[in-house]
T-cell receptor, first 114, second 112 residues
Framework: EPEVTQTPSHQVTQMGQEVILRCVPI?????FYWYRQILGQKVEFLVS????????KSEIFDDQFSVERPDGSNFTLKIRSTKLEDSAMYFC????????????FGEGSRLTVL | QQQVKQSPQSLIVQKGGISIINCAYE??????FPWYQQFPGKGPALLIA?????SEKKEGRFTISFNKSAKQFSLHIMDSQPGDSATYFC???????????FGTGTRLAVRP
């Protein structure tokens, strides 16, 4: 069964360092997303991406965050200068069509900022 | 207005019992209401979803009940099993957009 894959599964970094989280969405999907989940809390929307550009972003997704689809398969989330409060599980998701809400999530990348 | 409120925060049910989780929303533009199941260390996985044109949808032991006038929807898990122990999130999205707004989650424990 096709799945969304994410790497790394866990990354530990020092505050102020840059982090890149990588995702390979399901191959025929067109819409890509990043969500995050702070430990024990709800899943929060960060950004959606379609046709090589951001289609929507939340207030969490400030200038420290960026997304990129550098090739036909990878979708990355970059945090330029990490803060302690960026520690969370980051989930990549993809969907084949817009407005169905049927998102397929990866297993997540746990980011720990020390 | 974008919030989705979910209750209870945690739920303990005996094997074979019925688990009921409730959600309420305020934004009438929402028209897609999925439930996601999340096991520890895993990403959320779509369990079942409903649109407001129906009041109930059933898939196996899982049923969504939807009350459009009250802006509430609920998940019922019949004959709950220990393997159902997980965190359940309700969510909502607009037809014109794709962003999911999640509830705060319910941690379900089914005792053998």
């Amino acid at each position: 069964e096709p799945e969304v894959t994410q790497t790394p599964s866990h990354q530990v970094t020092q505050m102020g360092q840059e982090v890149i989280l990588r995702c390979v969405p399901i191959s025929n999907h067109l819409y890509f997303y990043w969500y995050r989940q702070i430990l024990g809390q709800k899943v929060e929307f960060l950004v959606s991406f379609y046709n090589n550009e951001i289609s929507e972003k939340s207030e969490i997704f400030d200038d420290q965050f960026s997304v990129e689809r550098p090739d036909g398969s990878n979708f990355t989330l970059k945090i330029r200068s990490t803060k302690l409060e960026d520690s969370a599980m980051y989930f990549c998701a993809s969907s084949v069509v817009l407005s169905t809400g049927e998102l397929f999530f990866g297993e997540g990348s746990r980011l720990t900022v020390l | 207005q974008q919030q989705v409120k979910q209750s209870p925060q945690s739920l303990i049910v005996q094997k074979g019992g019925i688990s009921i989780i409730n959600c309420a929303y305020e934004n009438t533009a929402f028209d897609y209401f999925p439930w996601y199941q999340q096991f520890p260390g895993k990403g959320p996985a779509l369990l079942i979803a409903i649109r407001p044109d129906v009041s109930e949808k059933k898939e196996g032991r899982f049923t969504i009940s939807f009350n459009k006038s009250a802006k509430q929807f609920s998940l019922h898990i019949m004959d709950s099993q220990p393997g159902d122990s997980a965190t359940y999130f309700c969510a909502a999205s607009k037809s014109s957009g794709d962003k999911l707004t999640f509830g705060t989650g319910t941690r379900l424990a089914v005792r053998p």
